[in-house]
């Protein structure tokens, strides 16, 4: 097993943080994250009764719908979707082949 590396346009390496999670309980629906995503990797789907029934705050038509990873072997760790998400949801790791 070897950590993925890329390089960088001068030639440096760096190490690609993938998406690992997202967590359902914060977000809110928005879709900024699957706007800014240069892959298939993000899905925007219904809010389970489960998961509704643990929010805390009460639900409006937005929050019905939760952001989910859908493709996540698509992601090529750009971090755009962390950068714009208001709610803080993804958590980010390294991979390894
Ligand atoms: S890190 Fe980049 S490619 Fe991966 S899910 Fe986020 S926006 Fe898409
Ligand atoms: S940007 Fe954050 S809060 Fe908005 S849909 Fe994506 S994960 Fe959810």
Same mark, same amino acid.
């Not at 950590?3 to 390496?13: A, K, S, V």
């Not at 705050?57 to 990873?69: F, G, H, K, Q, W």
């Given at each position: ?6 390089r960088t346009r ?13 967590? &359902? ?12 995503? &240069?892959? +298939? ?29 859908? +493709? ?15 709610? +803080?949801c993804y958590t ?6």
């Amino acid at each position: 097993m070897s950590t993925i590396t890329g390089r960088t346009r001068g030639g440096d390496e760096w190490i690609p943080q993938f998406v690992s999670f997202l967590d &359902p309980r914060k977000c809110i629906g928005c879709g900024r994250c699957y706007k800014v995503c &240069p892959r +298939n990797v993000l899905d925007l789907v219904e809010r389970s009764e489960e998961l509704l029934a643990d929010s805390d705050e009460d639900a409006d038509d937005d929050e019905m719908m939760v952001m989910t990873i859908a +493709n996540a072997s698509d992601c090529i760790g750009c971090g755009s979707c962390g950068r714009v998400c208001p709610k +803080n949801c993804y958590t980010y790791s390294a991979a390894e082949t």
